[in-house]
């Protein structure tokens, strides 16, 4: 019997037909802590499959709830709810995804979310891009503040909306960064190999990123810089290669070429990488950018199977709704943020209480 891990039921099915043929029989199915799905399979005569968990439907849940609400006259996003009417339906939208979310019966009308407190909350974070399924979240957590204090409440929001993880290093796990061109890999993973070198650890940084100006002698900078060894891998078996023969016993952190989410052969390529690796996948995205396009590329890298994101470039930005809110649809885990382009400065761990401070920065008056 095999297992096979995925983000939802139906990937993990596939995964099991494509090792196993078109004949598997589905043992078990089972919910992770991570939010992933675990299937257990065989290729021997098919057993009677138990019922697959219910997957959460959150994300079209909401999608359906804010277009309802739209459909009846709520604003539009960013819109101020300044008339009653308008007020009304949206808060009434937001009270039933609260109920959704909590199992609370709901009750029509404007309730849990129809306070002074909800509204301005969503008032601080509209302005930052985050989207109307996040900001739901974000207010749903911030009613389980046990202390009336802004940033306290917006601490409790982010946590609860966000599962926080930094990458660990392992010589049997590589990280291996992925992301579009121009994310800040490279950086990142100088940065993260400084942290393992700072902890007394050795570090061994591959780069496959070889197409990209300049990019060579980057690396070599920064391995000098660091002390740390560096290899030049240009193919997948390279890469397996110098793991085979140096053996790292450290940090083991590999760059991968920037890949678009709508080239399959891009993804291609990358899966060969990981395949040579055996490494952990970490998303690296910009903290700022179209919203619509972080969400395909989160979502497509989901797909390839990362779960933990770096957003950077946090010091180039005042809004990171776009990678906040991609992280969110796609249920990453948030591991690292950028908000230097100093090597030296480091990388810093992801928790709700930096994000809050981050997005109250600049903020006048109080959420109450």
């Not at 974000?138 to 503040?145: H, K, V, Y």
């Not at 291996?176 to 902890?199: D, E, F, H, I, Y």
């Not at 590329?297 to 776009?322: H, L, N, Q, S, Y």
């Not at 990388?347 to 994000?355: G, K, N, S, V």
């Amino acid at each position: 019997m095999m297992k096979f891990i995925a983000p939802t039921v139906e990937a993990a099915k596939a995964k099991a037909r494509r090792a196993l043929g078109d004949g598997v029989a589905i043992v078990s199915v089972r919910n992770l802590p991570s939010g992933d799905v675990e299937v257990s399979a065989s290729d021997g005569p098919a057993a009677a499959a138990p019922p697959a968990p219910v997957e959460p439907g959150y994300g079209d849940h909401t999608r359906q709830v804010l277009n309802d609400a739209a459909q009846r006259g709520a604003p539009s996003t960013g819109a101020r709810l300044h008339e009653p009417l308008e007020q009304k339906f949206a808060l009434d939208a937001l009270a039933r995804l609260s109920s959704e979310l909590s199992g609370r019966p709901h009750r029509a009308g404007p309730i849990d979310l129809s306070d002074r407190t909800a509204r301005a909350m969503a008032d601080v974070l509209r302005p930052h891009g985050l989207s109307d399924e996040l900001i739901a979240a974000i207010i749903e957590g911030a009613r389980l503040a046990e202390v009336d204090d802004d940033l306290y409440r917006l601490e409790r929001g982010l946590a609860y909306a966000f599962d926080y993880a930094p990458v660990h290093f392992s010589p049997m796990t590589p990280v291996m960064l992925v992301g579009p061109t121009g994310a800040g890999k490279t950086s990142c993973g100088a940065k993260l190999s400084a942290a393992a070198l700072m902890r007394g650890a050795t570090a061994f940084i591959m780069t496959a990123d070889v197409g990209r100006a300049g990019a060579i002698d980057q690396i070599r900078a920064y391995g000098d810089a660091l002390g740390a060894d560096y290899y030049i891998t240009e193919t997948p078996h390279e890469v397996a290669e110098a793991l085979r023969s140096k053996r790292p016993t450290g940090a083991v952190v590999l760059d991968t070429p920037g890949v678009s989410p709508y080239d399959p052969g891009d993804f291609a390529a990358l899966r060969s990488f990981q395949e040579a690796t055996r490494g952990e996948p970490v998303l690296v995205l910009p903290a700022s950018g179209d919203p619509e396009e972080f969400k395909d590329w989160a979502a497509a890298f989901a797909e390839f199977g990362a779960r933990r994101m770096i957003i950077t470039k946090f010091d180039a930005t005042r809004r990171a709704g776009a990678a906040l809110s991609a992280a969110f649809a796609s249920k990453f885990t948030l591991a690292h943020f950028s908000q230097t382009p100093f090597i030296s400065e480091g990388l810093i761990d992801a928790t709700p209480d930096y994000l809050a401070r981050r997005l109250l920065a600049g903020r006048v008056g109080r959420i109450s």
